[in-house]
């Protein structure tokens, strides 16, 4: 199956309103970051460390709910180390 030719499986422009899409928090030398595919660049949430990256995610999550606290189609993973 070509998924690149069937509607279903294309992405929606960047220009298009999405509320349900995925992004990821990262620690990059000791500076959190959001990596998310409908933004040009990635978004710097200020210090983190390998102990505190967990919360310091977190916080930027809850920022997120904040914005619109009726909102409940949210899903949260951790991926970490065994």
Known sequence: MNFNLNPVF???GLDEKVDLHFIAFVNVEG??????GRKP???AHG???EDSFLEDAAEVC????ARDPQELRFTVVALSKA
Do not use: G
Request: cysteine-free; glycine content about 0%.
């Open 62 to 65: 809850k920022k997120f709910m």
């Open 31 to 36: 500076d959190l970051y959001e990596l998310d």
């Open 47 to 49: 210090k983190t460390t």
């Open 10 to 12: 294309q992405a929606p």
């Open 41 to 43: 660049f990635p978004i």
